[in-house]
């Protein structure tokens, strides 16, 4: 049975020159963003929703590196919305901080933001690399955008685990052209090239540590061949998306929509 969430209070701040930091190279990292207690609590939880694989459906995990509906060993992991069947999550140490500080990255109010997770597993030895992307690329091309993710690693998170590589100041250009991994419209992850990659930096976080970043800034996780796990709660938060006059041009949208919808009628 899931324990309780802990009920100390833990609030981090960030300063100014970390907010400048963020607004010249796309991403920030915090050592410091939940207790050690309330990261033992969210392994639970984060166990707890990775153990049925719906292969997309809601209500548990599906494969991100895989098709839709084809199941086999977890490789690269991914529930949705967790704050559905765990609401209690709305109210951690983690998100309230990670609120705060979106905010302030952002230079807008905290109730002026929405926000919605996603967990991802990475496991041991045989854990997936996470393609190259941007994150808009995943997004209604409708819409423009005002958004920080942030990042929480559940499990210290290192290059041989798969920590996050960052392309500094990448979150200055545009959406790149993405497609879906294998060039297969089934499967959910998406790959652009990145192309120069002598500026990427690794940025490993402690468990309980966090990282932030733009939607445009270009970021990836190596495979996991390490006897560790990498168990990480992503949480994105954004102003309410404005439609634009005329929609970005992402097909592999709609072809990621479509192949579903394909796949789930089966
Ligand atoms: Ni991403």
């Known amino acids: 049975m899931r324990s309780l969430p802990p009920t100390g209070r833990f609030e981090v701040e960030i300063r100014d020159d970390d907010v400048a930091f963020f607004r010249e190279h796309g991403y920030l990292a915090i050592d410091r963003i939940t207790t050690d207690e309330e990261v033992l609590w969210l392994r639970e939880v984060f166990d707890g929703l990775f153990r049925t694989d719906t292969g997309g459906a809601p209500g548990g995990y599906f494969d991100v590196a895989r098709p839709y509906g084809e199941s086999g060993p977890v490789r690269l992991a ?39 997770g996603h967990m991802i597993w990475k496991p041991a030895r045989d854990g997936h690399e996470t393609p190259w992307h941007q994150d808009e690329a995943y997004w209604e091309p409708g819409f423009d955008y005002q ?30 052209s993405h497609r879906h991994l294998h060039d297969d419209p089934a499967v959910h992850a998406l790959v652009t090239d990145p192309g120069d990659l002598s500026r990427a930096v690794c940025v490993p976080v402690r468990a309980g540590g966090a990282s932030f970043h733009h939607p445009r800034t270009l970021h990836h ?3 996991n061949g390490s006897p560790r796990q990498r168990r990480a709660y992503a949480s994105e938060f954004q102003t309410p998306p404005v439609r634009r006059a005329v929609a970005a041009h992402r097909p592999w949208v709609d072809e990621g929509k479509a192949a579903w919808a394909e796949r789930s009628a089966r």
């Open 78 to 116: 991914q529930t949705l919305f967790p704050e559905g069947p765990v609401p209690a999550l709305r109210e951690s140490n983690y998100q309230r901080n990670a609120r705060r500080i979106a905010a302030r990255l952002l230079g807008v109010e905290r109730d002026a933001l929405q926000s919605w």
């Open 147 to 176: 958004a920080v993710a942030a990042w929480l690693p559940l499990d210290d998170a290192d290059a041989e685990n798969g920590c996050l590589w960052f392309l500094p100041g990448s979150h200055r250009g545009e959406v790149r």
């Open 221 to 223: 996780a190596g495979a």
